[in-house]
């Protein structure tokens, strides 16, 4: 086999990468560049978090990180949405979920996100933040913007 045919006959790999992104941070935009290069197509999921209570709405926030995306990255998609991020997941055949980690609390957290997730068919990859942007939250972000 040539490696165009391998390349021909490979399944394309979907990822999508769910957060509230309020705001969404030069970390998530790390994130969802370092996805790019490990899946063919990346889906930044902006969703609503019932513990959380974001800004301003989840469109608002998808238009928002829509327009910090290089227009050169035709492999990134942006959606809102309010559910499941499995659900999503399963209606749009998107095989893996990503997930930034900053530190051992985030892959705590995550870890059991992911386990959860897993037991509904999708598994996910952490992406460890890069070290000089692993204390930027969107948390941190917002209390210096007010």
């Given at each position: 086999?040539?490696?165009?045919?391998?390349v021909r006959d490979r399944v394309r790999v979907r990822a999508v990468y769910?957060?509230?992104f309020d705001p969404f941070t030069p970390g998530h935009l790390n994130v969802v560049n370092r996805a790019r290069d490990l899946f063919d197509e990346v889906v930044v999921l902006v969703?609503?978090?019932s513990t959380k209570h974001p800004s301003v709405s989840e469109e608002e926030r998808a238009a928002a990180v829509r327009?910090?995306?290089?227009?050169?990255?035709t492999s990134v998609t942006v959606a809102a949405w309010s559910g499941l991020t499995s659900t999503y997941?399963?209606?749009?055949?998107?095989g893996v979920i990503v997930r930034g980690v900053r530190n051992t609390t985030d892959l705590w957290t995550e870890?059991?996100?992911?386990?959860m997730n897993q037991s509904l068919g999708v598994p996910t990859v952490f992406l460890p933040a890069q070290p000089e942007l692993a204390a930027v939250?969107?948390?941190a972000v917002r209390s210096l913007g007010r």
């Amino acid at each position: 086999m040539s490696s165009d045919e391998g390349v021909r006959d490979r399944v394309r790999v979907r990822a999508v990468y769910p957060g509230t992104f309020d705001p969404f941070t030069p970390g998530h935009l790390n994130v969802v560049n370092r996805a790019r290069d490990l899946f063919d197509e990346v889906v930044v999921l902006v969703a609503v978090n019932s513990t959380k209570h974001p800004s301003v709405s989840e469109e608002e926030r998808a238009a928002a990180v829509r327009a910090v995306l290089p227009v050169e990255w035709t492999s990134v998609t942006v959606a809102a949405w309010s559910g499941l991020t499995s659900t999503y997941c399963r209606r749009h055949g998107i095989g893996v979920i990503v997930r930034g980690v900053r530190n051992t609390t985030d892959l705590w957290t995550e870890h059991q996100l992911a386990a959860m997730n897993q037991s509904l068919g999708v598994p996910t990859v952490f992406l460890p933040a890069q070290p000089e942007l692993a204390a930027v939250s969107s948390t941190a972000v917002r209390s210096l913007g007010r």
